[in-house]
């Protein structure tokens, strides 16, 4: 790490004391997710993982992905140094199409680390990748915002600011994200770089990069490098950003370009197909497996020909669609059966995973938002997932990021994470001496042991009302969406940014305002 970043760190450490552990805040932080200054450490699980085949079945997938890989191949298109390499690797090259020999992908895939550390610019929010740990990350690419009155229109840069902070003070986000939302009122040649000036000054949580070109990674591993230190970022993991496939079996130019800057960098890539099944992977929950596999595999290994070593995860984006409309769908049982056969698939092949989120179609957060977020969020949970993209925010099948949903989700997010702790069997979980103390035919609420564990026992929401119905109508009959939207103004009024160095802050601004002055505005 620089010395400026070091000086950043301790500084940083300093400012936060509100957030340490211990005190108050600890307290009021493990009975509810927390609020402003709080913060909980990436969730590590220890609860049992969920499976849904059996080793028959991951065999036969197994089989059936590398029929599709040596039979049909991957297409790298208009990547004429992603062929080469395939074909000096053993591949059978045919036009931008790669066949693979049984095995090459796999025996490629074995230098990649099944865990790794994504660092922060505060090493306190560092957070660990694979293995039993969880990290939640906010929404991701959305155009649009509904906002806090209840507007839906374009995001702008300062709904993307907006986002950040909130994934900033939120306990249960371990990871600030990246595209939260597409603030179209930005040149699309530089919005890369305020977004990521954006996660580096208004938070200090790890962060994701640009993918939308090749110079614009190259741009967000600079500006990682005036904050860690260039030697810090070739040897350590400071980002980790998202590759969609192009499914069915196309990787194209732009995702490879963005793939090969970050892997020579040492930096992660999630390698996922994005698949609405039926339009982009077959109907079936076995045939999509056996795409998403094939197309993780020649996806995940392509970084290994790149720098060996280079973290990589397994990535899945599976929705189904309306078969008669067409649109997506969310929150249904294939593609959480997807999720969880694809978390069993990544496992074997000993890489990190990443799937899921609060995901639904509903265009406000309502009961349809909640019920489908709610079907995802769980079985994102219960396969294993160790990242786990649009977490809090999401609307309107990704079209939208809302304010008042992004509240909604965090508080679900907050009884993930004491979900995911598992059942305390220690002596004060067993709780023997107070059934001793109760005895038949009393009641806890007075027991030495109630008393004492009162603060942290129940996980308490910071959006649900469980008041009387008395209660509830005389303080204004407000629905979830309604206290979501109270609690967003309420943080947003009481922000306070994180320590960033003044000379680092400095560097970064003068080296946007070089790469800006390089070149004329472009919407397009």
């Known amino acids: 790490m620089s010395e400026h970043a070091a000086v950043d760190q301790e500084a940083s450490n300093a400012r936060r004391g509100r957030g340490a552990s211990g005190g108050a805040a600890a307290r ?147 990871h600030s994200g990246g595209t939260v939302c597409e603030p179209v009122d930005v040149p699309v040649n530089k919005r890369h770089l305020d977004m990521i000036y954006s996660h580096i000054k208004y938070s200090d949580k790890p962060f994701m990069g640009s993918v939308t070109a090749p110079e614009r990674a190259e741009d967000t591993v600079a500006m990682a490098k005036l904050v860690f230190g260039d030697d810090f970022v070739e040897n350590n993991t400071v980002l980790t950003s998202l590759i969609n496939a192009n499914s069915p079996m196309v990787f194209d130019e732009t995702m490879l370009g963005a793939l090969k800057v970050y892997s020579r960098h040492n930096q992660a890539c999630i390698v996922t197909p994005f698949i609405l099944a039926g339009a982009m992977s077959p109907v079936t929950v076995a045939g999509t497996l056996t795409q998403v596999l094939a197309e993780v595999l020649a996806g995940a290994s392509f970084t290994q020909l790149i720098r060996p070593g280079a973290p990589v995860l397994f990535g899945t984006f599976a929705s189904s669609i309306s078969m008669q409309s067409g649109a997506p769908t969310f929150g249904t049982p294939e593609p959480s059966l997807v999720s969880y056969g694809a978390a069993q698939l990544a496992r074997r092949l000993g890489l990190p995973f990443r799937t899921g989120g609060s995901l639904c179609a509903s265009k406000v957060p309502d009961a349809q938002a909640a019920y489908e977020s709610a079907n995802t969020l769980n079985s994102t949970i219960l396969a294993g997932t160790n990242f786990v993209l649009h977490s809090a925010g999401w609307l309107e099948g990704g079209l939208a990021s809302c304010y008042e949903k992004f509240m909604m989700d965090i508080d679900q997010l907050g009884m993930q994470q004491k979900f995911s702790e598992g059942v305390d069997l220690s002596e004060n979980g067993q709780a023997m001496d107070a059934i001793r103390q109760v005895g038949p035919g009393s009641h806890y609420l007075g027991c030495d042991h109630t008393q004492a564990n009162f603060q942290t026992a129940f996980y308490r929401s910071s959006i649900a009302d469980n008041n009387s119905y008395e209660q509830w109508l005389a303080e204004g009959e407000k629905t979830a969406p309604q206290r979501a939207n109270e609690l967003a103004r309420r943080w947003l009024e009481s922000y306070e940014a994180p320590y960033l160095d003044p000379s680092i802050d400095e560097a970064l601004k003068e080296f946007i305002a070089k790469k800006k002055g390089s070149m004329p505005d472009a919407f397009t």
């Open 28 to 174: 009021r932080a493990a009975r509810s997710g927390g609020g402003p200054g709080t913060q909980l450490t990436y969730i590590k699980r220890k609860i049992n993982i969920y499976e849904v085949l059996d080793e028959e079945g991951l065999a036969l997938i197994e089989k059936n992905t590398d029929t599709v890989l040596e039979e049909i191949g991957i297409i790298f298109r208009d990547d004429a140094e992603a062929l080469q390499l395939w074909k000096e690797a053993g591949a059978d090259v045919k036009g931008e199409r790669v066949h693979f020999p049984k095995g090459l992908c796999r025996s490629l895939l074995k230098t990649a680390p099944s865990i790794y550390t994504q660092h922060a610019r505060n090493s306190e929010r560092s957070v660990q990748i694979g293995g039993n740990a969880t990290v939640f990350a906010p929404v991701y690419g959305p155009p649009f915002v509904r906002d806090l009155d209840g507007v839906r229109r374009y995001a702008t840069i300062e709904d993307f600011q907006n986002f950040v902070k909130l994934a900033y003070m939120a306990p249960s986000i371990h």
